[in-house]
């Protein structure tokens, strides 16, 4: 357990002056503002490498129904097949994969969100699906959530310094009830945005600005995790940088770990200290981002790999392109055996007989396919 | 009338040196309740037969906008061009008449869009809404159009195409519906074919194919292509020549081998800084500063200052290059590139004249 | 341009948090609570005539229903004199006389009264029994919803003026209190239960239309607890369409109120009524014509005006409107 009312107070003074942003008069403007040193990335919240989130053979099955009034069920949809992730303090996990996967599902089941069908997600050692009452109201303040969705995130009802104060409604252990509004402000400080706009709300914000403040809510609970979910697909290029910036800052400040899931791969590749390949519900390669993107060795992953296009104009054309055939099967009717079969190139009789484990195979990290072979398809910059 | 020769495909066109079209310092306004939008603001660009000419800007940068203006699909109001010019072969397409603009739609100009399940109609077979094309423009029996359909659907990869002609859209995936509209968009073998975010929807394997088959079909009719979209790897993998808009102009242009290798415009060289690549793990992002502008109050001088990194204000100016006064023109910096900063030179790393 | 582009331009005049400092406007921050949806409604249907019109005649019916003595230029609409039976109207009795010689313009603005009262109760009930079914079939879903959603079906198969005619009917040989009286309330309650249907429909999508969203997921994945999710997010979100929904039930339920009147099973004389009115004048619609006239010009005066004021409510509520 961590210490929520000690570590609280060292996180809230740092938060007004380790900020580098230069836009905020008001506490700059503030003698009076508590300028403590930044605190040890982490010190109170035990060493770095412990594992935080152990999520072990985890499965979500939606039921299909047919009927108005009384329902019948005709089949599931396995969304969440069998996924296996380890999430450990301080560090980034990028979950990748394409749309419907169900990698969003992975992250709606990590905040509790949706109850998982099988399998378990242990965080700290212990069951979140067994935590009653207060073990489960801690774990949701210690495991927080940003969206896709910067329009859809908030309530366009209420001021952005409700929002942001929001979660010390519901934890009002985190911040007494004194000083709130000062601390709404230190936060909006520190994700970017002027302090002064705590009045205003939503749908006077861009894209941009508007994830800054689904980020200050997620951090006003001081969590330890953040489940980043698609959070900068939705915005522009240049602001993309700002966001993911921001987010590498927060996480050395406050020694967060990041579960970031996004389709982008250059953008999970450049924030993440491991990925992780998803494919029709369950995981199909894991290892460091210089593992899986320089040598990836599952099938799949080197199709993904070798569709993104690249931006350097002398590594045009450098790499095989993979086409792959056919569309993602149904995660109604998933193939046997192995789900990817069905569009691989190197698919035998064993791969529709025997579902591949993830394991390591001689790669140096875990691949779930009977045939793993690394193989380079993205071009390294020699540059 | 327009005496426009639409009947012979474009690979037959002799070169004869214009252009396939022209805009001309394009102007386009949004008149709102809260003011004058001003979307586009002067682009100029040129396309010739089986060029590939990238648009690419953020959202709000008027790079669909004045693509619809092209296409005369434009809602006026509240749109308003209210300057310049579009030539398609040589014809101002503004001076023509509403009929004569749509005669080019079609077998002219044609495009397809980012929302492919939005832009085909529900209640229609796909086999029926591609037919559609030939019994509207060339008079074909039902019979007939449906036969073509198929070939239609044939060339743009859908497997099975003569079983799926009766399909509703629906039953398509993302990406077959994708090549659905390009199908329909090709039927007619337009000159120009401008694709607006064609694959910004797609997921990443399937933008893949479809950026293939856009490239292959160039390739089979020599059409002219206008790419429109905000993702520099496809601009690099797809596009020969590439024009970046900021707040309505075009503020670089020139080949993708030479922008991209060296940007000569500030906001070229942030976005390149901004977006992470799949090569390596790189550093830390460079991000541009700040939002993009509101175009209903565009900053003064050059659009760009607010957020340039480069600006020059005040006594650091050089005489008539101050960036928060004086507007930069898009201008020739070195042979082949042209850039709207007063200090391409410098981003450059070439010396000034 | 989309409407997700033209809602990004508008974003971009609040320059929040730029971190360059120049590009941002001077922004008046000293106002509490600024731009709320509400404030920019409000905005919005002060710049609609269509609003004002509404407002205006909805004002003066209200104030002709609490003060009708001022609007009825000093007559008594039950002081009558036969021998003026059907006058014309005339500069004293500008809307003339009825058959029983009474003051008409003074019946008229007397019958103000239990058209509105009608309205609002019936209006008031129906918001009642559609928000509070409307939210528990959308929030719980399933089979609660499944069950309240067919007992509204079993409603919508009855037409409201073929329901209210019914139950008006029966109503008097029942023992039920307000029900049996035949007055405002029990027109109201007959016009409120096989109305409500609609607000019900209304508030289930809105509910389950928010619950969905993201901001509810935040607030769900923090830990709050269903009420506050349901006080703080969905209801405050929900409510738009149902006021705009509301405001024109009222011209719609004092229409019907006028028919089930004409009918002969809503209000019973000695009461005061326009569909009483409406009523009695259409014998005599050739030789007075002004009796029929009237009552009709001034209940759909009415009825628009509700109508109006929905209408610009609707636009100024509608987010999509807003760009």
């Known amino acids: 357990m961590s210490q929520p009312s000690e570590h609280g107070a060292t996180a809230a003074s740092s938060l007004s002056k380790s900020s580098p942003s230069k836009s905020s008069p008001s506490t700059e403007a503030a003698p009076g503002a508590p300028t403590l040193a930044k605190p040890a990335p982490s010190g109170l919240r035990g060493s770095l490498g412990e594992p935080l989130l152990e999520i072990r053979g985890l499965q979500k099955h939606f039921p299909l129904t047919q009927g108005i009034v009384f329902k019948r069920t005709i089949g599931h949809v396995r969304a969440v097949d069998g996924v296996d992730l380890t999430l450990r303090r301080g560090e980034t996990v990028g979950l990748v994969g394409e749309s419907g996967c169900g990698k969003s599902t992975v992250s709606k089941l990590i905040v509790a969100?949706?109850?998982?069908?099988?399998?378990?997600?242990?965080?700290?050692?212990k069951d979140v699906a067994r935590m009653g009452g207060r073990a489960l109201k801690e774990y949701r303040r210690e495991v927080q959530i940003i969206f896709q969705d910067p329009y859809a995130s908030l309530n366009p009802r209420m001021t952005v310094g409700d929002i942001v104060a929001e979660g010390?409604?519901?934890?009002?252990?985190?911040?007494?009830?004194?000083?709130?509004?000062?601390r709404t402000q230190e936060l909006l400080d520190r994700v970017g945005l002027n302090p002064d706009y705590v009045n205003r709300y939503p749908h006077q914000f861009s894209g941009g600005q508007r994830q800054?403040?689904?980020?200050?809510?997620?951090?006003?609970?001081?969590?330890?995790?953040?489940?980043?979910?698609?959070?900068?697909?939705?915005?522009?290029?240049?602001?993309?940088?700002?966001?993911?910036n921001l987010l590498e800052d927060l996480q050395d400040e406050f020694g967060l770990s990041y579960l970031f899931i996004a389709h982008d791969l250059s953008v999970v590749r450049h924030i993440s200290d491991r990925v992780a390949v998803m494919y029709l519900g369950s995981i199909v390669e894991e290892g460091t981002d210089a593992e899986v993107y320089g040598s990836p060795s599952h099938p799949y992953t080197q199709a993904l790999l070798s569709s993104v296009p690249l931006h350097e104009p002398h590594l045009r054309g450098q790499k095989d392109r993979i086409l792959l055939q056919g569309d993602v099967p149904s995660p109604a009717d998933p193939p046997s055996g192995c789900r990817f079969r069905t569009r691989c190139w190197k698919a035998q009789d064993i791969c529709a007989q025997e579902p591949p484990a993830l394991v390591d195979r001689g790669q140096g990290h875990p691949s779930a396919c009977h045939f793993a072979e690394a193989r380079t398809v993205v071009p390294v910059d020699a540059e | 009338m327009t005496n426009l020769d639409l009947s012979k495909p474009t690979s037959e066109l002799a070169p004869s040196g214009t252009p396939l079209l022209e805009v001309d310092d394009l102007h386009v306004e949004f008149r709102t309740r809260g003011g004058v939008v001003n979307a586009v603001n002067g682009v100029s660009y040129s396309l010739a037969a089986g060029e590939t000419l990238a648009i690419l800007g953020e959202s709000g940068s008027g790079k669909s906008v004045s693509a619809q203006a092209i296409m005369g699909i434009l809602e006026t109001p509240p749109a308003v061009i209210n300057g310049g010019g579009i030539w398609f072969q040589g014809k101002d397409m503004l001076e023509m008449s509403a009929e004569d603009q749509r005669k080019i739609r079609g077998p002219g100009i044609s495009m397809i869009f980012q929302d492919?399940?939005?832009?085909?109609?529900?209640?229609?077979?796909?086999?029926?809404?591609?037919?559609?094309?030939?019994?509207?423009?060339?008079?074909?029996?039902?019979?007939?159009?449906?036969?073509?359909?198929?070939e239609l659907m044939d060339r743009v990869r859908i497997p099975a195409a003569a079983r799926?002609?009766?399909?509703?859209?629906?039953?398509?995936?993302?990406?077959?519906?994708q090549r659905v509209m390009i199908a329909m968009a090709i039927a007619l073998d337009p000159r120009i074919l401008i694709a607006d975010e064609p694959t910004t929807a797609l997921d990443v394997t399937v933008q893949a194919q479809v950026m293939d088959l856009l490239k292959d079909l160039q390739g089979e009719t020599g059409m002219g292509l206008i790419l429109i979209t905000h993702d520099l790897g496809v601009v690099n993998e797809v596009a020969d020549n590439v024009a970046v808009m900021y707040a309505g102009e075009i503020v670089e242009r020139g080949t993708v081998d030479d922008v991209f290798s060296k940007p000569s415009h500030p906001y070229t060289e942030g976005l390149m800084g901004s977006v992470p690549q799949v090569e390596a793990k790189g550093g830390r992002l460079r991000p541009i500063a700040g939002q993009p502008p509101n175009l209903a109050r565009i900053p003064s001088?050059?659009?760009?200052?607010?957020?340039?990194?480069?600006?020059?204000?005040?006594?650091?100016?050089a005489p008539g290059r101050e960036c928060a006064t004086d507007v930069p023109p898009l201008r020739l910096v070195v042979p082949g590139r042209e850039a709207a900063c007063h200090y391409s030179e410098e981003v450059l790393g070439v010396p000034a004249e | 341009m989309t409407d997700q582009q033209q809602l990004d331009l508008r974003k971009d005049e609040v320059e929040a948090g730029t971190t360059t400092g120049l590009a941002s406007p001077s922004v008046d921050v000293?106002?509490?609570?600024?731009?709320?949806?509400?404030?920019?409604?409000?905005?919005?249907?002060?710049?609609?005539?269509?609003?004002?019109?509404?407002?205006?005649?909805?004002?003066?019916?209200?104030?002709?229903?609490?003060?009708?003595?001022?609007?009825?230029?000093?007559?008594?609409?039950?002081?009558?004199?036969?021998?003026?039976?059907?006058?014309?109207?005339?500069?004293q009795h500008w809307f003339g006389f009825d058959t029983q010689g009474c003051d008409y313009l003074a019946?008229?603005?007397?019958?103000?009264?239990?058209?509105?009262?009608?309205?609002?109760?019936?209006?008031?009930?129906?918001?009642?029994?559609?928000?509070?079914?409307?939210?528990?079939?959308?929030?719980?879903?399933?089979?609660?919803?499944?069950?309240?959603?067919?007992?509204?079906?079993?409603?919508?198969?009855?037409?409201?003026?073929?329901?209210?005619?019914?139950?008006?009917?029966?109503?008097?040989?029942?023992?039920?209190?307000?029900?049996n009286s035949r007055g405002p309330g029990a027109v109201a309650i007959a016009l409120a239960l096989f109305g409500w249907m609609t607000a019900m429909r209304l508030v289930r999508s809105q509910v389950i239309a928010v619950k969905s969203s993201d901001y509810v997921a935040a607030a769900r994945a923090m830990g709050a607890s269903g009420r506050r999710i349901l006080v703080r997010h969905i209801l405050p979100n929900a409510v738009a369409p149902v006021l705009v929904y509301a405001t024109i039930t009222i011209g719609v339920i004092i229409a019907a109120e006028a028919t089930l009147t004409y009918l002969g099973v809503g209000l019973q004389r000695p009461a005061i009524s326009w569909g009483l009115q409406i009523e009695a004048g259409q014998d005599s619609i050739r030789t007075a014509p002004h009796l029929v006239l009237f009552p009709s010009l001034i209940l759909t005066l009415t009825v628009m005006a509700f109508v109006m004021m929905g209408d610009a409510l609707r636009d100024a509520l509608d987010p999509r409107q807003r760009a």
Request: proline share 6%; charged share 20%.
């Open chain 1, 168 to 182: 010390w409604a519901v934890h009002d252990d985190v911040a007494p009830k004194k000083g709130r509004l000062k």
């Open chain 3, 107 to 179: 019946n008229v603005v007397y019958g103000a009264r239990n058209s509105l009262i009608i309205g609002v109760i019936a209006v008031l009930v129906i918001l009642l029994l559609g928000v509070l079914v409307g939210a528990i079939a959308g929030y719980y879903g399933g089979f609660t919803d499944g069950i309240l959603a067919r007992i509204a079906d079993i409603f919508y198969a009855l037409p409201l003026i073929l329901g209210a005619l019914v139950l008006l009917r029966v109503g008097p040989s029942t023992g039920i209190p307000i029900i």
């Open chain 2, 301 to 317: 001088g050059c659009p760009f200052h607010p957020r340039c990194a480069r600006r020059r204000l005040g006594a650091d100016a």
């Open chain 2, 164 to 177: 799926r002609v009766d399909d509703y859209p629906h039953q398509f995936s993302g990406g077959m519906r």
């Open chain 3, 30 to 91: 000293t106002k509490e609570r600024q731009n709320s949806l509400w404030s920019d409604a409000w905005g919005e249907l002060r710049r609609n005539p269509l609003f004002w019109i509404g407002a205006v005649l909805g004002v003066f019916f209200l104030l002709m229903a609490l003060v009708p003595q001022v609007f009825a230029r000093g007559a008594d609409p039950r002081s009558c004199d036969l021998s003026n039976s059907r006058g014309r109207p005339s500069a």
């Open chain 1, 113 to 125: 969100l949706e109850r998982p069908t099988g399998g378990s997600i242990l965080y700290k050692g």
């Open chain 1, 212 to 244: 800054r403040i689904g980020i200050a809510r997620a951090l006003a609970l001081q969590p330890e995790v953040i489940v980043c979910d698609e959070p900068v697909s939705a915005l522009d290029v240049s602001v993309q940088a700002q966001v993911v």
């Open chain 2, 116 to 150: 492919a399940l939005s832009s085909l109609n529900p209640v229609y077979s796909v086999g029926f809404q591609i037919g559609e094309m030939f019994r509207a423009h060339r008079g074909l029996s039902k019979k007939e159009a449906r036969k073509r359909a198929i």
